[in-house]
């Protein structure tokens, strides 16, 4: 069985980094297109992987063909490559915003299609990735799609009509976590920590605490009240996050994110 890579960009270098670290495929297997031969010789450095200039030829030439570019290069990529006989082929899509229903109606196809939210964390294979898929790919199908996102992280199969909340939820949420560390930081720093010993602390902080929401499978508002003891530290910060509407900020960044996905 062999890969193609229509685009292979930070997320499509992550995803073939899970691939091969988990020996899904093999270099030979896996054939990669960009724009540019700079960019190819790069990845040729730094994969070993079959690589082309011609969108086409890679997905002549590939079982499983993903599309890894920005939305606002979809169109021109499917007009290149939806005269190919496609039908038995599986179409990964990680285009942000572009329902399995407009793929469809852009290949004039009824292909066999996976629409996939990953997310940056991908790079470091701690990513999660939400996946919905057409109504007529198979077993075989899902179980590889599984299997490679599964190599990145964390997967979940999800009705289709939740992937525009996943936008907010995990897609773009790793630039909320960014800024938040970045804010501890500075607030360690203004007490007089330095700025890489506050970013390591305040970084691990939120590592650790995420493991422990995935692993004890506890609510987070009893592992936030296992921190705050009474009349202590924690419960004083944690009042003037509320009174500062922590909560609602975070709620309504996800709210105008998840609009604006619907809205590619």
């Not at 599984?146 to 289709?160: C, Q, R, T």
Request: charged content about 20%; aromatic content about 6%; hydrophobic content about 45%.
């Amino acid at each position: 069985m062999n890969i193609g890579f229509i685009g292979c960009g930070n997320m499509g270098s992550a995803i073939l980094t899970g691939i091969l670290s988990q020996h899904l495929f093999n270099e030979d297997e896996i054939c990669c297109s960009a724009k540019t031969q700079a960019s190819l010789d790069n990845i040729k450095e730094k994969f070993g992987v079959k690589t082309s200039l011609d969108n086409r030829a890679v997905a002549q030439e590939s079982d499983i063909v993903f599309l890894a570019i920005k939305p606002q290069f979809l169109s021109d990529v499917i007009d290149e490559i939806k005269d190919l006989d496609l039908s038995k082929k599986l179409i990964i899509s990680i285009v942000a915003g572009q329902s399995i229903e407009k793929l469809t109606s852009m290949f004039g196809q009824n292909l066999k299609i996976a629409r996939v939210m990953p997310n940056t964390p991908a790079m470091v294979q701690e990513a999660m990735s939400a996946i919905s898929f057409s109504n007529n790919v198979g077993p075989e199908d899902e179980t590889i799609t599984m299997d490679i996102f599964s190599s990145l992280g964390k997967a979940e199969i999800i009705p289709e009509r939740l992937q525009d909340a996943v936008v907010g939820v995990s897609g773009s949420s790793p630039a909320y976590v960014y800024m938040f560390i970045e804010a501890l930081a500075d607030g360690a720093v203004a007490e007089g920590m330095p700025r890489a010993m506050a970013y390591k602390f305040a970084a691990q902080s939120v590592l650790g605490s995420a493991k422990m929401v995935l692993e004890t499978g506890k609510h987070p508002g009893e592992l936030k009240d296992a921190v705050c003891s009474p009349a202590g530290t924690t419960i004083e910060a944690v009042a003037t996050l509320e009174a500062m509407g922590f909560r609602n900020a975070v709620i309504e960044a996800e709210r105008v994110c998840t609009e604006k996905s619907r809205k590619l």
